[in-house]
């Protein structure tokens, strides 16, 4: 018993001590990087669009998501095609700096959970305020 368990551990420290061939040779491939270019740059540029579109596109499902839990589909959408650019700026000035810093992502985490814990002591009214805001924004999206 004893020595089946020593030759079992002895294949598992050579098996770890050579590592998988298959990474070696995916490894070395002489510097270049893989993509659909042969120029890094141009890859560079493709990945960064991909990840842009798709964190879009995700960011936007969210949002519908959000808003479909209590709108229809299309007033929901009005509500976002309402949105200020002033706010859309303020909205991306706010995550960049929650994801530039922790000290910043305390501040944002913090302001957000003091507004949320405001709206909930005067839910009744905050409710009355939101749903007028979100109106105003329906309006504005059906007229653009």
Request: net charge positive; aromatic share 2%.
């Amino acid at each position: 018993m004893a020595t089946k368990l020593k030759e079992q551990a002895r294949k598992a420290a050579s098996a770890v001590k050579s590592g998988p061939v298959g990474l070696k040779k995916l490894a070395d491939n002489g510097g270049e990087l893989h993509g659909p270019s042969p120029n890094p740059a141009t890859n560079l540029v493709i990945a960064d669009i991909v990840l842009r579109t798709g964190t879009t596109l995700a960011r936007r499902a969210v949002e519908r998501g959000v808003l479909g839990s209590s709108y229809s589909q299309s007033k929901a959408k009005s509500i976002l095609r309402g949105r200020t650019v002033s706010e859309t700026l303020i909205h991306g000035a706010l995550a960049r700096v929650a994801l530039s810093s922790i000290p910043g992502a305390i501040v944002v985490g913090g302001a957000l959970v003091a507004k949320t814990l405001y709206d909930r002591s005067r839910a009744r009214q905050a409710r009355a305020e939101g749903a007028a805001d979100l109106h105003e924004m329906a309006q504005d999206g059906v007229e653009d």
